[in-house]
């Protein structure tokens, strides 16, 4: 027997995924720096990182956004990237905190997920700038529309580790 979901009925996501490569770094312009774990402070940001509200020093601090604590990115677009557009995009050059595989990014805006102990709420997908090019010397602006990754708020804090299961709430 086929059974359909009434519109009373939820669905629950079935996807998981994995924390692949952790980065931060305490400036702009300086490179990102490879860690085995972050520690994420609920409301604020990453410790050490350029745009920890009420420490910022990031290309965008002129322009707050409480929903832009981390960062994450898809170690599938920069397969897609090496493989479509022919350019070699290392984990750390896309400039985004938590490298993550097996994570439907695009879909989560609005939701809330864990990464690792601690719970994200998915605020916008990020956008590609061209201040990436002039850092990296490639031209990824184009290759990087629609996948660019996702900013987050960090409701509950804690630290994340690289092979952290990602999940939904």
């Known amino acids: 027997m086929n059974v359909q979901p009434t519109s009373m009925q939820q669905v629950k996501p079935t996807w998981s995924g994995v924390v692949r490569y952790l980065h931060a770094t305490p400036r702009a312009f300086l490179p ?4 085995n774990e972050l520690t994420l402070v609920a409301g604020r940001g990453i410790e050490g990182d350029r745009y920890m509200i009420g420490q910022e020093a990031g ?3 002129h322009k707050p956004e409480e929903g832009r604590q981390v960062t994450l990115f898809e170690m599938e677009t920069l397969e897609a990237i090496e493989r479509d557009a022919k350019i ?7 400039r985004r905190n938590v490298t993550v595989e097996g ?3 695009n879909h989560l805006v609005g939701r809330r997920f864990w990464l690792g102990a601690t719970l994200l709420e998915a ?5 590609p700038c061209r ?3 002039e850092i990296l010397e490639k031209p990824v602006f184009d290759p ?3 996948r660019s990754g996702l900013n987050c708020k960090i409701l509950v804090g804690g630290v994340v580790r690289v092979g952290d ?3 939904p709430e």
Do not use: A, G, N
Request: charged share 20%; net charge positive.
């Open 59 to 61: 290309f965008y601090s």
């Open 144 to 146: 990087l529309i629609h």
């Open 123 to 127: 605020t916008r997908l990020s956008f």
């Open 165 to 167: 299961i990602v999940r």
């Open 32 to 35: 990102m720096k490879s860690f």
């Open 103 to 105: 994570v439907p990014l």
């Open 88 to 94: 070699k995009l290392l984990p750390h050059e896309h």
């Open 131 to 133: 201040h990436i090019e």
